[in-house]
């Protein structure tokens, strides 16, 4: 049996505002979708958190990313029958990136077990093409941090690993609002609003273009106390392009009130996950705070590495 693990991911800025050609920062985490493939006498594939997605024999999830992927590792002369079994830590449909995620350690552990080339650039390709099935235009962020790791600076369609040093001391803390969004919706309305309030939005976008520069800066300085506020300006642009929701502003102002270095939602928005840095030590009360409202929550570093064999 081969098994890999890939990593999710979050925007810390710049999201929506990368729509139309301005900077993005995203991050893998430390938060893991992992696939293990071994022989069987027909092609399925099974998660642990969501059943039997892929059935050659009943015909079932051909059209899905999966029919993608083993569409690719055919063609690259894979002829085994294969199981490939599934299990996620990430949140689903919140922004996680979590299906990129999954996409990428299928075909890693699948490219490896049939003996062909994993190498990233390999890997990262197929997994797009997966992707291409779910999100139709996707912008490639989310298979490229789950494939190669680190924090990425991009720009229409240009990816920069940045250098990072993630501090010990430093977390970031998600919360699931549990509202599960349609990324395509929300980043319609925020085009439509765009052409009805150029003018007024021209400005919005430009702050968020500074924005981007100037966390660019603090990361690779390592200066994380200051990142925290450009978090929090990050939302209030977000906020003003109307993809925000009561019940993450709730849980933004839960966060910023206990300690939280800064605190913004993470992705398309109206939903999804909520993102915030902290340093350990501040962590207690606020962890107490969100299990009593019932809330899900992840705290994760930095994922330097991306995609790897699961026991590394
Ligand atoms: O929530 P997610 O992970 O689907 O992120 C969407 C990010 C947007 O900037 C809103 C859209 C995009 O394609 O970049």
Request: glycine content about 10%; proline content about 2%; hydrophobic content about 40%.
């Amino acid at each position: 049996m081969i098994c890999s693990k890939a990593p999710g991911k979050i925007i810390l800025f710049g999201e929506h505002f990368v729509v139309r050609g301005f900077p993005g920062i995203g991050m893998a985490v430390s938060s893991y979708a992992r696939a293990c493939v071994d022989s069987s006498d027909r092609d399925l594939v099974e998660s642990k958190q969501l059943g039997l997605l892929y059935d050659e024999e009943k015909r079932l999830g051909l059209e899905s990313s999966f029919g993608a992927i083993l569409r690719e590792i055919r063609s690259l002369g894979c002829r085994d029958k294969i199981r490939v079994l599934i299990d996620s830590s990430l949140f689903v449909s919140s922004g996680m990136g979590s299906s990129a995620a999954v996409s990428v350690a299928v075909a890693h552990a699948l490219l490896r077990f049939c003996g062909l080339d994993s190498s990233k650039e390999n890997v990262s390709r197929i997994a797009f093409e997966a992707e291409k099935v779910i999100h139709k235009r996707p912008s490639g962020i989310d298979n490229t941090l789950a494939t190669y790791g680190g924090v990425v600076y991009y720009r229409s369609g240009s990816f920069r690993k940045i250098s990072v040093k993630w501090p010990e001391d430093y977390v970031i803390l998600i919360v699931n609002t549990g509202i599960s969004r349609e990324t395509g919706a929300v980043v319609k309305d925020v085009l439509d609003l765009y052409e009805r309030r150029r003018e007024i939005l021209e400005h919005v976008y430009r702050s968020a273009e500074s924005l981007v520069e100037e966390a660019l800066k603090l990361l690779e300085r390592g200066e994380f106390e200051s990142l925290g506020e450009l978090m929090n300006i990050n939302q209030g642009l977000l906020y003003a392009i109307n993809t925000s929701c009561p019940l993450c502003e709730e849980i933004i102002w839960l966060l910023r009130r206990n300690r939280a270095l800064g605190a913004k939602l993470s992705g398309a928005g109206r939903g999804g996950i909520a993102i915030s840095l902290y340093r350990k030590r501040d962590l207690d009360e606020v962890l107490e705070k969100l299990r009593e409202r019932g809330l899900e929550t992840l705290i994760v570093g930095l994922d330097e590495r991306g995609v790897r064999d699961l026991l590394e």
